[in-house]
């Protein structure tokens, strides 16, 4: 059966771990089954996942209740993975935050709005584990709208508190639901909360339209069906940020909660977000040309590659011919279907609004667009987190290297979060992520699933030398075996030039002293010899090689014996010309609460940063310094630590600085521990 956009709602499940998100999506799965509990491992179905009781990737599952088909997006509240929360924001028409009853504001729960602020998605908020002790609903509903705003507005209250939370009392429905029964009479005790928590809702319902504005304050009251409509366009809209009470452990609640999704949560033509390559607002329109956005890929050892797509536009049957406008090249959507966990339920077609899993898509990539070819149309990716951790990543048995890099680029092309690179300073290939246990789980996951064996160690701080005083030297090299000998002689000077000038060479040579077929084979072999420095073997940079006399013989001087000859002279030069360290800094922002900047100041000065200052952006601080390289190997770890998660940073390259004498012992011998500790 096709569901019309109009049936249609798109919900992600987001909040910070442990408020029970993937609980009670499995609850919402196995309600609609006909069940009495959850549905079972349906969403958490990775073996990972499974062992750590935790949810490590996005996860989808369609579900039908009460005439509209709900597509379920579970997304992980760990930091370190919450990438696929983001993208669930784009492609989802609302979320819901789901939090916990004892500590309702926590470090994703913050992030994760922030970033539906950003991405204009509607929310509704579902406190969990009513069920536990010292939990108080209506401090909640305090704590979140000190947050979020006054638009948070509770749609039912809890009936009983802790151990004796038995029920949910719906103020719009009047009605009271516990243990599978409904009664019209309030419960004994709740008299005065429910009154004044109904006034506070038709309140609120009433100022999202002016006409129910007049009406409710002439006197008159709101009908059921105005209510109704008030809450669902003031979700749409974001005026509205209902609040639902609930226990997934003891399976109070998650009914209403699937009746607020089907009835009052926003379908895909209530309020489109999305707008094309230009700005152009795109509508859900099920007659328009078809496109559709790469969200998640899948990559199978056994089945292939599964990308899943949220349609925007039109609609589409198996095997027709679309364009990928990034490449250029033809696809066929084969085998549409909707997703069930790990299981494919088949659809006869991809329409607006609606979320379909594809196979085998030879040439599309996670936020590509596919579209018809005679409409064109791209979408904006998602912006990501940037990464923060990084390992150095090869193949622990010599020739498989082809194996294990096909296999790191399968599941970077699952997480977008994840990035390869290559260092081309220390030549390293690296895995990065947006923490440490991130990256440490997906070089598990590669492990386990193709089998192979990847060595990880933290990454080398890439170092450089030079010069900080000039210096003359010869380099002469003779060679004689018996029959034609090798001959070359060179004199240079090193000069130091200023920071980041890399390398220059003059050619001082007069009156012939070396044939100018020589002269290149000096330079050469100067700047070979200059990948390895005096001090600890780094490259050697910023400065000028003057090339001013030397000698040559007639038969026995040859390319290769002046390349050697440049080379000494060098080697020779640099051990007179006091080479010293050179250290990467990187430039800092740290974006923190304020009570927590003098914290995250004192560290930054404790890893020898120098503060750049200090700015406020929205309701935290901003703090920007330069700090080496060296300082920061585990400062994601280490930031999470000190503010209790509740910051993030970005770093970038800034320039090199020498280390003092006193220091760079220090640090190259803790550059050299680094290394040598393998991970995992």
Not at 564 to 584: H, I, Q, R, T, Y
Request: proline residues 6%.
């Amino acid at each position: 059966m096709v569901f019309e956009p109009e049936l249609l709602r798109n919900v992600c499940l987001i909040g910070h771990r442990g408020s029970g998100k993937t609980a009670l999506g499995e609850l919402m799965l196995g309600i609609a089954a006909g069940r009495q509990g959850p549905a079972g491992r349906v969403l958490d179905n990775a073996e990972e996942e499974t062992e750590r009781g935790m949810t490590l990737g996005m996860s989808a599952a369609r579900l039908e209740w009460k005439g509209r088909e709900i597509n379920l997006l579970d997304t992980p509240g760990d930091g370190g993975f919450i990438g696929d929360a983001f993208v669930a924001q784009r492609v989802a028409d609302c979320a819901v935050l789901v939090v916990h009853a004892q500590d309702p504001v926590q470090v994703v729960t913050e992030r994760v709005w922030r970033r539906g602020e950003k991405e204009g998605i509607p929310h509704v908020v579902v406190v969990n584990h009513l069920d536990r002790e010292r939990t108080d609903f209506s401090s909640v509903v305090e704590q979140l709208r000190e947050r979020f705003g006054t638009a948070v507005v509770p749609l039912n209250l809890p009936i009983g508190h802790g151990e004796d939370f038995r029920g949910v009392y719906g103020l719009l429905s009047g009605l009271a639901f516990v243990d599978g029964e409904q009664s019209p009479e309030v419960p004994e005790g709740m008299e005065e909360a429910v009154e004044e928590a109904t006034v506070e809702l038709f309140e609120t319902i009433a100022e999202t339209d002016d006409t129910l504005l007049e009406k409710y304050l002439e006197g008159d009251e709101l009908s059921t069906e105005d209510a109704f409509e008030g809450i669902r366009r003031g979700i749409a809209e974001g005026v509205i940020i209902p609040v639902v009470a609930a226990s997934a452990e003891r399976n109070i609640g998650v009914d209403r909660l699937l009746d607020v999704i089907a009835g009052s949560a926003p379908s895909p033509v209530d309020r489109s977000r999305w707008v094309d390559e230009r700005g152009e607002p795109v509508p859900c329109d099920p007659e328009g040309p078809f496109s559709a956005y790469a969200f998640k890929t899948y990559v199978d050892p056994f089945a292939g590659r599964l990308t899943v797509l949220r349609v925007v536009s039109g609609r589409c049957r198996s095997d027709e011919a679309l364009t990928n406008p990034r490449t250029g090249s033809s696809e066929r959507l084969g085998g549409i279907s909707h997703l069930y966990g790990k299981e494919r339920q088949s659809a006869d077609e991809a329409v607006a609004g609606d979320i379909v899993a594809v196979a085998k898509l030879k040439d599309t990539a996670t936020f590509d667009t596919l579209c018809r070819p005679e409409a064109p149309v791209s979408y904006e990716p998602v912006e990501l987190p940037e990464p923060t951790a990084a390992y150095a990543i090869g193949a622990a048995t010599r020739g498989e290297e082809d194996k294990v890099f096909d296999a790191v680029r399968r599941v970077v092309d699952e997480d977008p979060s994840l990035r390869l690179s290559r260092s081309e300073s220390t030549g390293e290939d690296l895995l990065s992520g947006l923490a440490a246990l991130h990256v440490e789980f997906a070089l598990e996951r590669i492990r386990r699933r193709y089998g192979v064996e990847i060595e990880a160690r933290t990454p080398k701080v890439p170092f450089l030398e030079t010069i900080s005083r000039p210096a003359e030297a010869q380099g002469r090299y003779k060679k004689q075996t018996g029959g034609r000998g090798q001959f070359g002689d060179c004199r240079i000077e090193l000069t130091p030039l200023p920071r980041g000038s890399g390398f220059e060479f003059e050619d001082n040579i007069v009156g012939g002293a070396i044939p100018r077929q020589y002269i290149p084979a000096v330079e050469k072999g100067i700047v070979e010899a200059m990948q390895e420095g005096a001090v600890a073997g780094y490259p050697v940079v910023d400065l000028k090689a003057r090339l001013y006399d030397g000698s040559f013989h007639p038969v026995d001087s040859s390319e290769m014996a002046f390349k050697v000859a440049g080379s000494l002279a060098f080697k020779n030069a640099v051990a007179e010309a006091e080479p010293v360290l050179l250290e990467p800094l990187v430039r800092i922002e740290v974006l923190v609460p304020a009570e927590l900047v003098g914290d995250v100041m004192g560290d930054l000065s404790g890893r020898r940063g120098r503060p750049m200052g200090v700015e406020q952006r929205g309701e935290r601080q901003v703090i920007r310094a330069e700090v080496p390289q060296a300082e920061m190997l585990n400062y994601a770890r280490d930031l999470r630590s000190i503010t209790g998660g509740r910051a993030n940073f970005h770093v970038e390259t800034a320039h090199y600085e020498e280390v003092r004498g006193d220091l760079a012992e220090r640090v190259l011998t803790a550059n050299s521990g680094a290394v040598a500790e393998k991970v995992g």
